[in-house]
T-cell receptor, first 108, second 114 residues
Framework: AQRVTQPEKLLSVFKGAPVELKCNYS??????LFWYVQYSRQRLQLLLR??SRESIKGFTADLNKGETSFHLKKPFAQEEDSAMYYC??????????FGQGTRLTINP | DTGVSQDPRHKITKRGQNVTFRCDPI?????LYWYRQTLGQGPEFLTY????????KSRLLSDRFSAERPKGSFSTLEIQRTEQGDSAMYLC????????????FGPGTRLTVT
């Protein structure tokens, strides 16, 4: 079964420090992976997708098929990065399968 | 068009009552999805529509749940004989085209069953 695992429910780092949110997946075939973010009192929104290889708000994520990982990284955390982050994959080019989420807190 | 909207935003109901939620997708989007999110979990897929056709339903969607999208625009999700385990955030999302790489989410309806 397709599954997304985010091993850290909570992650706290200081402003200016590097951030890495971990995501591992199980999927038979070539996965399409995404990171969604939910800021306080806002709706869930797409942050980035691996297929576009973009950098959004300084975040990047590289798909590592050997390790079945799609970790989200940012070299220098900012306070406005505090949010809930969800890793997800598309199953059957239709529905999203989400991980449990990681709550990132950036301390001043 | 300000994005996907959902109504109501909050619903408190007694066990055994029926509830209905509405989702209005972004107007040109032909795909509409329902997800459920419980505390501490990521959203879980319930069902999706392409235009008015309901193409997939999750095993999570018991026979007490029914969803419709009668004219391919807004959708309703009805829960009959609610149970306390139905308490959750119900999220609606929409996307355009047959490759649903970007789904736009609504604010959700928070259901509390007492």
């Amino acid at each position: 079964a397709q599954r997304v695992t985010q091993p850290e429910k909570l992650l706290s780092v200081f402003k200016g420090a590097p951030v890495e949110l971990k995501c591992n997946y199980s999927y038979s075939g070539s996965p399409e992976l995404f990171w969604y973010v939910q800021y306080s009192r806002q709706r869930l929104q797409l942050l980035l997708r691996h297929i576009s290889r973009e950098s959004i708000k300084g975040f990047t994520a590289d798909l590592n098929k050997g390790e079945t990982s799609f970790h989200l990284k940012k070299p220098f955390a900012q306070e406005e990065d505090s949010a809930m982050y969800y890793c997800a994959l598309v199953q059957g080019a239709q529905k999203l399968v989400f991980g449990q989420g990681t709550r990132l807190t950036i301390n001043p | 068009d300000t994005g996907v909207s959902q109504d109501p935003r909050h619903k408190i109901t007694k066990r055994g009552q029926n509830v209905t939620f509405r989702c209005d997708p972004i107007s040109e989007h032909n795909r509409l999805y329902w997800y459920r999110q419980t505390l501490g979990q990521g959203p879980e897929f319930l069902t999706y529509f392409q235009n008015e056709a309901q193409l997939e339903k999750s095993r999570l969607l018991s026979d007490r749940f029914s969803a419709e999208r009668p004219k391919g625009s807004f959708s309703t999700l009805e829960i009959q004989r609610t149970e306390q385990g139905d308490s959750a955030m119900y999220l609606c999302a929409s996307s355009f085209g047959t490759v649903s790489y970007e789904q736009y989410f609504g604010p959700g309806t928070r259901l509390t069953v007492t």
